[in-house]
């Protein structure tokens, strides 16, 4: 039987949020459009695609339409709408139409009250003439993203009430003519391109504004607000991050509107508006990212005992955080992060009753943080990092707020255990987000497996000892164990998270093998950086130690790891970064590492390489190509909680603000590269930036492949402390980004090319302990390098190293001042003097020694002249005595 057989005298059909577009047949659509007396139609949140469309287009009786929230798209509908001039409310949104606004707009429909076309893929310029009925009360064009052009068609709506154009490309200034909408009680022009001015007598027409977004464009000047001086319906006023200032003075008595919320968010504020002590019905308030340097306003606390959102975060507030006298109040998000607020915070078990977000991170508070909730404590994100905050974390808090999904005390002074058996944790399952890194606490953290939602996991540099204490879920992205006594084997479990940094630890034992196992995907997301630089890792690489396409950085750097790297390594076809430098790894570099066409960074240092460097290895990045969807660029968004929003009743709609989205939590990926003699940690975007190569403390041979002068993007080269032959090659003069250069401690020869001074980035320069000849470069950045890049080639010359080349002109004459007696007329290298007369010396003994044994005339003759020297010495001595003695005694 027909969906619709029985309904032809029907005047009201609401299907909507059924989802039953992929269940009606064609027969049933037909049949839709036997109902030549419909007035309603309500087909929203459901499935249809626009074949729809055609039936509906029969409907001509037909006063409120609704299809919003459907899988229509394609170009807008233009042609189907066109008979259907008896509407009075059309709701077209989210169904991403496309393309531009029907050419004769809506003028023909003359009674259409409500027009929503929001949340689709609209790409047009509004006429400059007009193409809205003069009856419309509301419309809707928010969230397309690409609609522009001027507001002037606008002008000549009179009874508009509401407005929303947010989030488009709408730019160019404010017209003036909008003050001919003297109707308009919601206006939201939000996340746009609107320049200059915000006109004081456009705004002092509006009168019956209730509601005014222009949050995030490009607003500049001055404003007061006592351009509001007649609105006595004003209730929502949000001018955050543009470049207006606001006035904090009110010119005037007392203002007629009484606010419930308002935002001004970064407009370079002094101080706290005062007309805000006037207001006693705000709900929420945000003069965050300021420069308000005044004692924390406890009166407006005071004063608006409705208020439910206090945001004053980064700003310059002073003194001790003063809460009201009264015992408790109703606010649920409270934010002072990043002022300068101190002393030791005492919040009392009734303080409050309704907070769920609480942000005390980056101020002075010192002390024990004494907070005793209420045993139904509906707290959900607690952060207090950065501060001096002591002691031990209230077991009460831990048992009563059971509803916690981030808790942040990283950067504090805390000590003691943390999550032990005396806290009642088998409540805690919401807890998605733990910071706990930058602290003192101790033991071990076996009830972490009890939280099952746990997203990010952070207790770096803490003194936390024993095994792995969780078991990672499929839902946990991030896990930070760094820095601290954790010991025993790497589980396979960790592998599942896309974050995992177990570095300076006491790790021991060989890497698991972990390839074959599953439960390290999460639907399409994969581990992307894994660092465990730092324990007491043995044995070889496994074959099959992981096996992730995705995998960006791996760092297994300064454990004792052995044996050689394996093909199988080679299956990290997007891995950014490996580092094994400092482990006990042999055999050649493998050809491989050539066919990771994204390598930015590549460390193999202090192991013992051998063979050749590969003349393939320019295949790599390091800086030269990098990918558009870099995840180094890439933040890891793990949590966003989202506060309340505060509706009104409109015409078209409750208001969709949506509140603030708070405490994302934002992870990036570090990595320390030695460069420039110093170790640097490398993190997040300019992780991207950074590109090198260190091969040093091998024991690497052959030359150094010309190829590697490709490498035109990269920063840092490394070769020392290896047995390399040959010449530098002159193609390193293509480095041109290139910021260190150590070729020290090789053996090599030749002169140092010339056309290295083109490389203007280079700040470290160093050849020492080789066999170059010739002149040191000299002239640009050459001139900051000192002696100890040059010494150990004897046979380098130039002015730095203060020695003559062959071809330089004798030195002027000394002036009056020189003491040329004491200059030397020679320079004498004392390692290759005594070096070179040592083996002169034992050439010639041997050479002695071997004429004496073969030729015995010659023996005789050395031992008949030995033998004559040595009487005549003695007889000689003899005399010269007695004389001197008996001479004395008879004189």
Known sequence: MSLFQHFKELRTLNLSYNYIGAFIDNEDVERLSSLKKLQILDLSHNEFDRSILSWIATLTSIKILNLGENFMGGSFPSRELANLQNLEILDLNSNKFSGTLPMQGFINFKSLEILDLSVNNLDATIPPYMWAPPSLRALSLAFNGNLRGSLSSLCNLKRLEELY??????????????????????????????????????????????????????????????????????????????????????????????????????????????????????????????????????????????????????????????????????????????????????????????????????????????????ENCKLRSLDLSFNSFSGEIPKKMISSCISLQLLKLSHNNFHGEIFTARYNLTDLRDLSILYLNDNSFMGSLSSVTQFSSLQALDVSNNNFDGEIPLYINNSTIYVNLSHNFFNGGVPCQIFSATYIDLSYNNFSGSLPSCSNQSQYHYGERETGFINLQGNSLTGSIPNDFVNMSSLLTLNLKDNSLSGSISNKLGIFPNLRALLLGGNQLNGSIPNWLCELNELNILDLSRNSFSGSIPDCLYNGSFGRKPGDGDLFQTQLELLGIEGPAYPDEGVLRSHRYGGFQYDNIIVDPKIEFVTKYMAYNYKGHITMLMSGLDLSENKLTGEIPFELGKLSEIHALNLSHNHLIGSIPTA?????????????????????????????????????????????????????????????????????????????????????????????????????????????????????????????????????HTEQFVFSFYYSVYDTFSKLLFGHLFH
């Open 732 to 864: 390193f003069s293509n480095l041109t980004a290139l910021e260190s250069l150590d070729l020290s401690c090789n053996n090599l020869r030749g002169e140092i090319p010339y056309r290295l001074i083109d490389i203007t980035s280079l700040a470290v320069f160093n050849v020492s302990f080789n066999n170059l000849s010739g002149r040191i470069p000299d002239g640009a950045q050459f001139n900051t390098f000192d002696k100890k890049s040059y010494e150990g080639n004897p046979f380098l010359c130039g002015t730095l190293i203060e020695k003559k080349c062959s071809n330089e002109p004798p030195n002027p004459s000394p002036t009056p001042h020189a003491e040329p007696e004491n200059e030397k007329w020679y320079e004498i290298n004392h390692l290759v003097f005594f070096a070179s007369f040592s083996v002169s010396f034992a050439i010639f003994f041997v050479g002695v020694i071997t004429i004496l044994l073969v030729n015995p005339y010659w023996r005789g003759r050395l031992f008949y």
């Open 165 to 374: 154009l947010q989030r488009n490309m709408f730019g160019g200034n404010l017209p003036l003519c909008l003050c001919n909408l003297t109707s308009i009680r919601y206006l939201d022009l939000s996340n746009n391109s609107f320049r200059g001015y915000i006109p004081s007598s456009w705004l002092s027409n509006l009168k019956s504004l209730k509601y005014i977004n222009l949050e995030q464009n490009l607003l500049e000047g001055f404003f007061s607000f006592s351009s509001f001086a007649n609105h006595s319906s004003l209730e929502f006023v949000n001018f955050s991050d543009n470049k207006i200032e606001v006035e904090t003075k009110y010119l005037g008595s007392v203002p007629p509107f009484q606010l419930q919320f308002l935002a001004l968010k970064n407009c370079h504020l002094p101080r706290v508006p005062e007309f805000l002590y006037h207001q006693f019905k705000l709900k929420m308030i945000d003069l965050s990212s300021n420069r308000i340097r005044e004692r924390f306003p406890v009166w407006l606390l005071e004063n608006n005992t409705e208020l439910d959102e206090l945001r004053l975060g980064n700003n310059h507030f002073t003194d001790r955080l003063h809460l009201p006298s009264y015992s408790s109040f109703n606010i649920s998000i409270l934010d002072v992060s990043d002022n300068h607020l101190y002393g030791q915070l005492q919040i009392g078990e009734k303080m409050f009753p309704n907070i769920w977000f609480l942000n005390l991170s980056i101020n002075d508070f010192q002390g024990d943080f004494l907070f005793s909730p209420e």
